[in-house]
Nanobody, 119 residues
Framework: VQLQASGGGLVQAGGSLRLSCAAS????????MGWFRQAPGKEREFVGH????????YIASSVKGRFTISRENAKNTAYLQMNNLKPEDTAVYYC?????????????WGQGTLVTVSS
């Protein structure tokens, strides 16, 4: 199983980025997809997740209204759209696949992509 996260980079505060997570080696449409992040010196934080069909999602309160999660099962890809980015959003972002929607213990992790937001 591989979860390849991409799309990270350096962006100014107020800007936007879209992260992608390309999955292979698993039945993608059987898994909920989630995003987590870990800022320097901090614990990993749950960002949000989306169910297998894409018709239900949950976003953490810390990013609600700015971040959205989506997926394209035909492309085995999940996305994290991040708008109005703030310096405190700087972190390594990880995607994850979970058999059970709502679980915060993923079955598989991606390798992470770094997002840096400058003030």
């Amino acid at each position: 199983v591989q979860l390849q996260a991409s799309g990270g980079g350096l962006v100014q505060a107020g800007g936007s980025l879209r992260l992608s997570c390309a999955a292979s080696g698993l039945a993608f449409r059987n898994y909920a997809m989630g995003w987590f992040r870990q800022a320097p010196g901090k614990e990993r934080e749950f960002v949000g997740h989306i169910n297998w069909s894409g018709d239900s999602s949950y976003i953490a309160s810390s990013v609600k209204g700015r971040f959205t999660i989506s997926r394209e099962n035909a492309k085995n890809t999940a996305y994290l759209q991040m708008n109005n980015l703030k310096p405190e959003d700087t972190a390594v972002y990880y995607c994850a696949a979970t058999k059970e929607y709502g679980s915060l213990v993923p079955d598989y992790w991606g390798q992470g992509t770094l997002v840096t937001v400058s003030s």
